[in-house]
């Protein structure tokens, strides 16, 4: 046993006699392990200022390379403050990809141990990834086109099998951590080198090579003092802010909020700065309301010396609380209308502030729920309360909530008299027998009609479209029936319907139809498609979000090759 013991010794490369050795006797063997343990403590000579590592584990990873990511380990390295540690190994790679070779971590601590983590992982081909200070544009490679086909990496992998590299991690005590990985082809013709530095801590950390389709002979390891006294400071040259609130109430004086700001130094590297060490240069008047601008500012280095201060600024809206809410739709019939269908753009909220003034709520700025999914009624005139729940979150945070109610009257518009297009469907399109009456809609209301249709049901569009314009007869949007339509407005639409195109066109004629269009208050408008085929079938067409000028709105009804009788 003590001559295995001493060849597996210097196999390792370590120059450890065997009467030091026999001091070391193994008795039994679940006294193996310790006597190993105490052996390789032994290994590390430190001659002068080298301090050589015994490497215990010196193949790593299947020779065939089915050694898949994170599953074979070298040994763990640890990295003492003001040390370096120099390894060298011979690198095989499956060729498949770029990184199937070597992969080198730092880290606090070790695998499945608690108190892990990361500084950094880098490939072997300029890519990793690692803890918030990683910063990828640090990588630095010299790797050539060797055969000018234009792909660096054909060579890349070529070379690499089989590959002598020697890799220097470099504690600095000015706290990183410098890689330089230098590999040199097996036939000698090339050498390539691959850098990156990261920010550490002052603990020893360790170090381990990973495989990946990968396998690796590993040679030599060993500690030298630091070759880096110090590293060049670097000032900051720009700060930015992003997510502090847009918008606070009265009261409330937290204007940062939850905002990160990140700083940009002087060599490129970013690093998110400390709350504690921003300075707020210009604090806003959060007693009043109105746009209010907040300067901020930081002078820190690099390494988190005071230094030039960088500084920006943004506004924020201070505004009155909301206490309570007010909300109706507001649909007027016109003629005999048989429904009142609502949409979200369909009520008029209005907003009471802290000091008593009120003021209307735009849609974006409130959320609709309708009690129990209901969103269409019969066109009874009268009051239905308690049709919707609306919602505003304030600033802050909290949530106000209304109960709405509907409101149906009789529209002030002169109902259709007449049938719109002919009978023997022989009606072109966008000529004037195809137009009904041109009915307007006031902002925050909805106007309604109900029409009976005869169609050919030669075509989808052979069903009634609707057209929003101006008192001017300019157009804002034609939309369709069928799920289709055009014009500036209609840029913006957002469009939703329910139908079954094998039977859509054969279902059009004797189908009852109601029209719902709604001013929302604030230059959109949204239309309703409520439609009863002949069979009892119920089906929908909306748009919603439509451009239009809200103080300027009209509609009619268009129809081609079909016919519409209103009730």
Avoid at 359 to 364: K, M, N, Q, R, Y
Wanted: glycine share 8%; with cysteine.
């Amino acid at each position: 046993m003590l001559s295995v013991l001493c060849s597996a010794v210097v196999a390792a490369a370590m120059s450890v006699s065997c009467s030091e050795i026999s001091m070391m006797e193994i008795d039994a063997p679940d006294d193996l392990q310790s006597r190993i343990d105490e052996i390789a403590e032994a290994n590390k000579k430190d001659t002068g200022d080298t301090t050589y590592v015994m490497i215990a584990n010196a193949i790593v990873g299947a020779e065939d390379c089915s050694s898949g990511w994170w599953t074979e380990f070298s040994d763990y390295f640890p990295v003492p403050s003001n040390k370096l540690l120099h390894l060298e190994f011979v690198n095989h790679g499956s060729g498949a990809n770029n990184w199937n070779n070597w992969n080198l971590c730092l880290s606090k601590g070790q695998r499945d141990v608690d108190g892990y983590s990361e500084y950094f992982v880098i490939r072997s081909d300029a890519y990793g990834w690692g803890n918030g200070d990683y910063n990828g544009a640090l990588i630095a490679m010299d790797y050539q086109d060797i055969d000018g086909d234009g792909d660096i990496w054909n060579d890349f992998r070529a070379n690499m099998e089989g590959a002598f590299v020697e890799m220097d991690i470099d504690h600095s005590i000015s706290g990183y951590a410098f890689v330089t990985a230098t590999m040199t082809s097996k036939d000698g013709s090339v050498v390539m080198t691959e850098t990156y530095n990261h920010p550490v801590s002052s603990d020893e950390f360790n170090a381990f090579i990973i495989c990946d389709g990968s396998w690796f002979e590993m040679k030599n390891a060993y500690l030298i003092p630091s070759k880096v006294a110090a590293v060049a400071d670097q000032q900051p040259v720009s700060i930015v802010a992003a997510g502090y609130p847009a918008a606070l109430e009265i009261g409330d004086e937290d204007f940062w909020g939850e905002a990160v700001a990140t700083v940009t130094f002087e060599d490129g590297s970013v690093a998110v700065a400390e709350k504690e060490d921003i300075t707020f240069t210009v604090v806003p008047d959060l007693t009043t309301t109105g746009v209010k601008t907040v300067v901020y500012s930081y002078s820190k280095t690099k390494q988190g010396n005071y230094g030039k201060s960088v500084n920006n600024f943004y506004n924020i809206e201070v505004t009155n609380p909301v206490v309570a809410l007010e909300a109706v739709a507001n649909v007027n019939v016109i003629g005999n209308a048989k429904y009142a269908t609502l949409s979200d753009g369909a009520f008029k909220v209005e907003a009471t502030y802290s000091d008593g003034s009120k003021s209307l709520l735009a849609p974006s700025q409130f959320s609709v729920a309708f009690t129990d999914g209901k969103f269409v009624y019969e066109a009874a005139e009268g009051t239905v309360e308690n049709v919707a729940t609306i919602t505003y979150t304030t600033a802050s945070g909290k949530a106000i909530e209304a109960a709405a109610n509907l409101v149906i009257a009789k529209s002030a518009n002169t109902p259709q008299a007449g049938q719109v297009g002919a009978s023997d469907f022989s009606t072109g399109w966008w000529v004037p027998e195809g137009f009904s009456n041109e009915w307007h809609v006031a902002p925050y209301t909805s106007e309604t009609v109900t029409m009976m249709v005869g169609s050919d049901n030669l075509g989808n569009w052979h069903s009634p479209c609707t057209a929003l314009r101006a008192s001017d007869l300019s157009e804002y949007a034609v939309v369709r029936e069928d799920h289709y339509g055009w014009g500036d407005g209609y840029a913006t639409v957002v469009a939703n319907s329910n139908w079954n195109w094998d039977t859509f066109m054969s279902n059009i004629n004797g189908s009852e139809i109601t029209i719902t269009v709604t001013n929302c208050g604030d230059n959109t408008a949204n239309i309703r498609y409520h439609v009863i085929y002949a069979n009892g079938e119920e089906h929908f067409q909306y748009y919603d979000n439509l451009g239009v000028n809200s103080s300027d709105l009209n509609f009619c009804n268009i129809v081609e090759e079909a016919y519409l009788n209103y009730l």
